[in-house]
């Protein structure tokens, strides 16, 4: 079993619509969780980040954990063209050590 | 720099030859990271720096591969006698420290084996 899971999609979306955008992870011991986002030719820069279970809204981004069934979203409403990329989301230990990512999922908001 | 930065932003090489990718993070980072990342693929974990600890090298895929750190800043990675399933585009992040794991990445070597 991988330790992180995520549909690589790709979704493709009208303008405006809600996105919802999910990983599974297997390892109990992660403490944080990073969405990532990637555009094309690009490396990918960091977009959420929590540390617990709930929600973290920003703006139009929320980030949603559930530890207790290893369940993590990136939900992001009134979506927009400029936000089609690929979100690689990244489960993480307290400690320092080194940080696996899903495959990521490839996101297309259709004008 | 303001930012990680990585040399060559393209390699074209052929196969057998040997390759050097190199990374310099952002100042003052303790911790440097090396993915790779095949076309539409995700990223796959290849090496992790954390200060002057010994490297995790269970990413690295073959012995032909190899990375170093010298002075904890400037990093390269090495690929001997290419194959053509290394071409791939190559990614260095870097973070501040071993408790702050925010990754900030660099845009990448895209390298390809003929």
């Known amino acids: 079993q991988k330790e992180v899971e995520q549909d690589p999609g790709p979704l493709s979306v009208p303008e405006g619509a809600i996105v919802s955008l999910n990983c599974t992870y297997s390892n109990s011991a992660f403490q944080y969780f990073m969405w990532y986002r990637q555009y094309s030719r690009k490396g990918p820069e960091l977009l959420m980040y929590t540390y617990s279970s709930g929600n973290k809204e920003d703006g139009r981004f929320t980030a949603q954990v559930d530890k207790s069934s290893k369940y993590i979203s990136l939900f992001i409403r009134d979506s927009q063209p400029s936000d089609s990329a690929t979100y690689l989301c990244a489960p993480g230990y307290s400690s320092a050590s080194k940080i696996i990512f899903g495959s990521g999922t490839r996101l297309s908001i259709r004008p | 720099g303001a930012g990680v930065s990585q040399s060559p932003s393209n390699k074209v090489t052929e196969k057998g030859k040997d390759v050097e990718l190199r990374c310099d993070p952002i100042s003052g980072h303790t911790a440097l990271y090396w993915y790779r990342q095949s076309l539409g693929q995700g990223l796959e974990f290849l090496i992790y720096?954390?200060?002057?600890?010994?490297?995790?090298k269970s990413g690295l895929p073959s012995d032909r591969f190899s990375a170093e750190r010298t002075g904890g800043s400037v990093s390269t990675l090495t690929i001997q006698r290419t194959q053509q399933e290394d071409s791939a585009v190559y990614l260095c992040?870097?973070?501040?420290?071993?408790?702050?794991?925010?990754?900030?990445f660099g845009s990448g070597t895209q390298l390809s084996v003929l």
């Open positions: 992040a870097s973070s501040l420290d071993g408790t702050n794991e925010k990754l900030f």
């Open positions: 720096f954390q200060g002057n600890s010994a490297p995790d």
